[in-house]
């Protein structure tokens, strides 16, 4: 069985720009999360949606946004990219939200 | 958001037990502990999860103290494979944004 699924692996953007990152979640898993892990430190959770409505979020600017489609795949959206956004972002998916999370192996996305 | 608090790093030796401590003082009585890992170049792998009694499962077992305001994960025979970075995190019963709030964790070296 497939597990979560993240495109693309690696991404390399210009300040300024814009970046869409997908995930598609576990056959059969409504809820995906996004998280963004800075080099050293923990993920830090930024979204979470659940029967294509947002159910949680994180705290961070509204450069960042998301939507999850009709098939319960996602997309992570950032605009006017800062160098800072320089990370792993991370895509989980769960049955419902409540239920233990299955994470991608994650996008790195590097701003220069 | 309830808060752990977890040693910076430990190391094993291959093929003998782990235990590793999470604090967690403040913990209410709907928060779950749970553990997931995080192996190098990869997204956090779900370990274990526990309210008030010990836990066990294929991958390793979890120790509650009896004022739940500690825990201790076991590796009963660390492998080369379980080094790692190791988070100790709480979710609490019924909090539909279901958001997992990982600290640094605890970096797991294991020697041969």
């Known amino acids: 069985d497939a597990g979560v699924t993240q495109s693309p692996t690696h991404l390399i953007k210009t300040r300024g720009q814009h970046v869409t990152l997908r995930c598609s979640p576990i056959?059969?898993?409504?809820?995906v999360s996004w998280y963004q892990q800075v080099l050293g430190q923990g993920p830090q959770f930024i979204f979470q949606y659940y029967e294509k409505e947002e159910r949680g979020r994180g705290n961070f600017p509204d450069r960042f946004s998301a939507r999850q489609f009709p098939n319960y795949s996602s997309e992570l959206n950032v605009n006017a990219l800062l160098l800072g956004d320089s990370a792993l972002y991370l895509c989980?998916?769960?049955?419902?939200?409540?239920?233990?999370?299955?994470f991608g192996q994650g996008t790195r996305l590097t701003v220069v | 958001d309830a808060k752990t608090t977890q040693p910076n790093s430990m190391e094993s030796n291959e093929e003998e037990p782990v235990h590793l401590p999470c604090n967690h003082s403040?913990?209410?009585?709907?928060?779950?502990i749970h553990w997931y890992r995080q192996l190098p170049s990869q997204g956090p792998e779900y370990v274990i999860h526990?309210?008030?009694s010990n836990v066990n499962n294929r991958m390793a077992s979890l120790a509650i103290a009896e004022d739940r305001k500690s825990s201790t994960l076991i590796l009963h025979r660390a492998t080369l494979r379980d080094a790692a970075v190791y988070y100790c995190i709480l979710r609490r019963l019924g909090e539909y944004g279901n958001k997992l709030v990982f600290g640094a964790g605890t970096i797991l070296r294991v020697k041969s």
């Open positions: 403040t913990i209410s009585g709907t928060d779950y």
């Open positions: 526990g309210l008030t």
């Open positions: 989980a998916s769960s049955l419902v939200p409540n239920t233990e999370a299955f």
């Open positions: 056959s059969g898993h409504k809820s």
